[in-house]
T-cell receptor, first 109, second 114 residues
Framework: GESVGLHLPTLSVQEGDNSIINCAYS??????FIWYKQESGKGPQFIID?????DKRQGQRVTVLLNKTVKHLSLQIAATQPGDSAVYFC????????FGAGTTVTVRA | DTGVSQNPRHKITKRGQNVTFRCDPI?????LYWYRQTLGQGPEFLTY????????KSRLLSDRFSAERPKGSFSTLEIQRTEQGDSAMYLC???FGTGDQPQHFGDGTRLSIL
């Protein structure tokens, strides 16, 4: 069965607002997570990763939070832009990535 | 462009035909992975190579599927006697090193079986 899953299949966000995409995982031994963005007709694009010895990691306009107690991670996108419209996947492990079903983010102008 | 390259981008074929896809990974990446993605789903792992060695194959990879990476650089994925259910996007990814490292994906080959 699926070992990672996103909470909402779709998310509609006003341009300029912050977006939060959530993901839950089931394996408490999981120690590495990756967020990917997939635009229509393209392959998944690496956004940011986090290891289990961290609670938070920041990139350019993105922040990933990891809560190992409740086995939950989130991706926050600051000042969402139209180019952020895509499907977002969380995945666990470094090889044999296990993906959830994805959250489709739509940015409203 | 130094990213992962996949060819062809699209393949349409009749049921029962054989097809072969090619993946050229990022040049210094020693690991190469194949995934399959169907509409509305996340990618599913098929197999991976470390250099030229195929280290793991998913149960999704039936006997009709074969992957090779003969010189540890590019890889091919062949599907024999294609079936309707093989219609999907086939994605290739590569990564560097042996530990947990981010995989970088190509834009895939979309296979349509008539």
């Amino acid at each position: 069965g699926e070992s990672v899953g996103l909470h909402l299949p779709t998310l509609s966000v006003q341009e300029g607002d912050n977006s939060i995409i959530n993901c839950a995982y089931s394996n408490s031994a999981s120690d590495y997570f990756i967020w990917y963005k997939q635009e229509s007709g393209k392959g998944p694009q690496f956004i940011i990763d986090i290891r289990s010895n961290m609670d938070k990691r920041q990139g350019q306009r993105v922040t990933v939070l990891l809560n190992k107690t409740v086995k939950h991670l989130s991706l926050q996108i600051a000042a969402t832009q139209p180019g952020d419209s895509a499907v977002y996947f969380c995945a666990e492990k470094g090889y044999k990535l296990s993906f959830g079903a994805g959250t489709t983010v739509t940015v409203r102008a | 462009d130094t990213g992962v390259s996949q060819n062809p981008r699209h393949k349409i074929t009749k049921r029962g035909q054989n097809v072969t896809f090619r993946c050229d990974p990022i040049s210094e990446h020693n690991r190469l992975y194949w995934y399959r993605q169907t509409l509305g789903q996340g990618p599913e792992f098929l197999t991976y190579f470390q250099n030229e060695a195929q280290l793991e194959k998913s149960r999704l990879l039936s006997d009709r599927f074969s992957a090779e990476r003969p010189k540890g650089s590019f890889s091919t994925l062949e599907i024999q006697r294609t079936e309707q259910g093989d219609s999907a996007m086939y994605l290739c990814a590569s990564s560097f090193g042996t530990g947990d490292q981010p995989q970088h994906f190509g834009d895939g080959t979309r296979l349509s079986i008539l």
